[in-house]
């Protein structure tokens, strides 16, 4: 149940902390652990990565069969899942549209075709030939010894082929995720400023190119703190947790003990375990628990979907260096230095959440940012996350003051002491409100454009 708890825990969740990135990053190990063949690319496991994010396939997939002949149960299931991420497009019609032949029997060309039939009943410039369509883009890219187009597909052939086609499919209709996304730059230096939301769903992917090919050309990647980096766990555990013989029984209210024992039995959940909480990891432990399957998926999955997530394991892959504006320790240290009221009033909104859940709920106001940020559209990001965010208080402040004006400053100095380009991800609220990270960086002096003009 501990290990549960941990894995659940966030730092950062809806209303007081989902814009802060402190994911205990026990799941860097689990994304690690996947019997992928070391021998693959680092190209290839970029694509898997991404085709996890469309939602296209589970990463139960990544077994002793990965590399195998696929099923033909797994080949519906792809295909079907395939379908109805494009489909989501809605895309016209096309009407001249008819179906090439198909064999079903699995092969490589079997499955070109009809990942082929999917798309092109939409008007979209696909052509007639579909192996030469699949080629022309990149999608069915072949060996030594040619496309082995009569070969059984193997269970990691068929998703790189399918995870690819969305990809195309996407770019040829002009559509993805566009993100709250600034820019500011001097003579020498650009630096991409994108807004993250720290959970997601495979709704958010993939992201529009233009904000791809702008981290793929950066040459390191910025971040509140760098969660895949595991050694500070210790240190997290450490904070988080009573060590002294004390317990949360010790430090909150009595009702608001007796709103924690309502909410431990509603879950099933044994007080031994949760009591030995402080009561900022607490609340972030139910928020999290609180979102279970709200969007048809668990915590830790939809963590796997976040913004930050994604760019962190492609800077990984593609050996881009990480640059923490924060870290998890400074992160740790400004939850633990908050007074006990604050922490037991964020705990008591997060039971009351719970125990008389509104229509404003946390997964309401989280399906508005993920349309808002999908859309671009920072004036309803900002409105709906300004609404959530509250009025003054001793925690807002300590998620979004003094913060926004330290990594403002660090953002500074990259554009006066380095060359190049640069990729900042942190949580969108701190380009969001009065004072800013964005309002600091106007008042030293650079002028911050949005990314989309």
């Known amino acids: 149940m501990m290990k549960k708890i941990l894995k659940l825990t966030s730092a950062a969740l809806l209303g007081a902390s989902l814009m802060l990135t402190t994911v205990v990053p026990m799941i860097h190990a689990e994304e690690q652990s996947s019997p992928l063949s070391p021998s693959i690319s680092n190209r290839v496991i970029e694509t898997l990565v991404e ?8 990463t139960t997939w990544y077994d002793e069969d990965f590399h195998k002949e696929i099923s033909t149960d797994k080949v519906k299931e792809l295909l079907a899942l395939t379908e109805k991420k494009i489909a989501s497009l809605g895309l016209a ?66 998703v790189l082929l399918a995870s690819r086609l969305i990809k195309v499919t996407y770019e040829l209709a002009d559509q993805g995720a566009k993100g709250v996304a600034w820019v500011v730059e001097d003579e020498d230096t650009i630096v991409y400023l ?29 971040v509140e703190a760098n969660i895949l980096d ?58 999290m628990l609180a979102m279970d399957n709200s969007f048809g998926m668990t915590p830790q999955e939809m963590t796997k979907h976040g913004i930050d997530m994604y760019f962190l394991l492609n800077a990984d892959l593609q050996k881009k260096p990480v640059i923490e504006l924060e870290g998890m320790k400074a992160q740790v240290d400004m939850f633990n230095a908050l007074s006990l009221e604050a922490q037991e009033q964020s705990l008591v909104a997060v039971l009351d959440s719970i125990i008389n859940p509104s229509e404003e709920n946390q997964s309401k106001v989280l399906q508005e940012w993920f349309t808002s940020w999908k859309q671009g559209n920072v004036e309803e990001f900002a409105k709906s996350f300004q609404a959530m965010k509250g009025g003054p208080s001793e925690y ?18 990259v554009l006066k002491e380095k060359k190049g380009t640069y990729f900042v991800v942190v949580g969108s609220g701190h380009f969001l409100g009065e004072k ?5 960086l106007d008042k030293n002096g650079y002028k911050v454009k949005p990314f989309y003009q």
């Open 93 to 158: 019609e096309n009407k001249n549209y008819k179906p090439v032949i198909v064999k079903n029997d699995n092969t490589r060309g079997d499955i070109v075709m009809r990942l082929y039939n999917i798309v092109a009943r939409y008007d979209l410039p696909v052509g007639t030939d579909a192996i030469k369509f699949m080629k022309d883009h990149n999608i069915l890219q072949g060996y030594s010894n040619g496309l082995q187009l009569e070969y059984k597909a193997t269970t990691q052939q068929a």
């Open 194 to 222: 994108l807004g993250s939301i720290h959970l997601g769903t495979p709704d958010l992917y993939p992201f529009d190119q233009k904000l791809v090919k702008a981290f793929d050309k950066a040459d390191a990647l910025l």
């Open 396 to 413: 807002n402040e300590m998620l979004f003051g003094l913060r926004d004006e330290q990594m403002a400053k660090k953002i500074t100095n």
């Open 436 to 440: 800013s990270i964005r309002y600091y």
């Open 51 to 58: 085709g996890e994010k469309y939602g296209i396939y589970p």
């Open 230 to 287: 595991t050694k500070e766990l210790d240190y997290y555990v450490e904070k988080a947790m009573y060590s002294d013989g004390s317990t949360l029984k010790d430090a909150v209210a009595p009702e608001t003990y007796a709103k924690l024992e309502k909410v431990a039995k509603l879950y099933s959940l044994p007080m031994e375990q949760l009591t030995l909480q402080k009561p900022w990891m607490l609340s972030s432990t139910l928020s």
